[in-house]
């Protein structure tokens, strides 16, 4: 579906927009894939690596409605990465969060409606699920943004949706590479938050592949959540470190011990599918969709009232061995 389209990526010089581009390139032959950033620098960079006829470089911030409508003119598909992300810079720098994280949302629905771009899929996080810290409160509001974009627009035939995912292994500002990096500087020990925090893990190309799923599945207004595994931290540093001790020191500010992606409160709202799960909108769109089916065919079933998906309850769990394998897999590229 994305042979000669033309695709952008906000926050397109991330680990995301990196390894989203080379698999692109590597699957089809986009008509462009415009990169949209604020950094010259890893522009600069990542042009070195990605420099295909099809590559544009813009240099935007999605704070700027007006430099995004520039961008999008003439897109097909926009991947929407940029966010500030860090949790204790956002407790501390609230206003900034708020700009690019919620003003930013906005700018990008507006820009994308006004280009008629076909679909938008925002990139959320498990922290917008029950947040209890500002960076959780920003996405989930932009999530409410992106839901509801669908009516903003109209008889437009722009759609929005949304993917909520974990932890992903090996992403810059992460927890695996801020180890590596002590480990490899021979530190004398880890520092943990919490003896018994879990967090969900998926690596970067998982990421990739079930955001380039959901272009084909989406109606618009669902909020896409993969099956994916869980691990405790502790277990996580031993596994990179098996003879480093271990040092507690204590919960970062707005930080939880486990993380949720779909809350029990939401439970009227979520269905089940074979991989993952879909919580469906609250307000009634002016299309009908029956998000029981999405538009690959496949089938989902309501879950039980009361259900909650949360890292540290979750059926599925990563061993050492496995979360090395995933591990390898997570070189940047």
Not at 49 to 69: H, K, Q, S, T, W
Not at 214 to 233: A, L, Q
Not at 291 to 300: A, D, I, P, T
Request: net charge neutral.
């Amino acid at each position: 579906m994305f042979n000669n389209k033309s695709i952008l990526i906000t926050g397109g010089t991330g680990s995301f927009g990196k390894r989203y581009t080379k698999t692109i390139l590597e699957r089809y032959q986009p008509k462009k894939i415009i990169i949209f950033s604020r950094d010259e620098l890893k522009q600069f960079e990542m042009q070195q690596v990605f420099n295909a006829p099809c590559m544009r470089y813009f240099i935007g911030d999605v704070r700027d409605r007006y430099r995004l409508e520039e961008a999008m003119e003439g897109v097909d598909f926009v991947i929407h990465a940029a966010a500030l992300k860090q949790v204790p810079a956002a407790e501390y720098n609230p206003m900034e969060c708020i700009k690019t994280n919620i003003n930013g949302a906005e700018n990008v629905i507006r820009a994308a409606i006004k280009n008629n771009v076909s679909k938008i899929i925002a990139l959320s996080t498990d922290k917008a699920a029950n947040p209890i810290n500002l960076y959780g409160a920003t996405k989930l509001a932009s999530d409410k943004l992106f839901v509801a974009a669908n009516n903003i627009a109209g008889s437009k035939p722009t759609r929005f949706s949304v993917v909520r995912y974990g932890n992903v292994i090996g992403s810059r500002g992460s927890v695996v590479p801020f180890f590596k990096k002590m480990i490899d500087q021979e530190c004398t020990e880890l520092p943990i938050t919490h003896e018994n925090m879990t967090r969900f893990m998926i690596t970067l190309q998982q990421g990739v592949d079930f955001v380039l799923r959901n272009f084909g599945r989406m109606h618009g207004g669902e909020i896409f959540v993969p099956k994916i595994p869980s691990m405790k931290m502790v277990d996580l540093a031993k596994a990179m470190a098996p003879n480093l001790p271990q040092k507690i020191i204590g919960i970062r500010p707005g930080e939880k011990v486990h993380e949720i992606m779909c809350p029990s409160d939401d439970s009227h709202l979520t269905l089940e599918f074979v991989d993952h799960y879909v919580i469906c909108p609250t307000i009634q769109f002016s299309y009908a969709s029956d998000f029981s089916q999405n538009r690959l065919g496949e089938k989902g079933q309501k879950v039980p009232m009361g259900f909650e998906y949360q890292s540290g309850t979750n059926t599925q769990w990563l061993d050492p061995d496995d979360f090395l394998a995933m591990m390898d897999e997570c070189i940047e590229c």
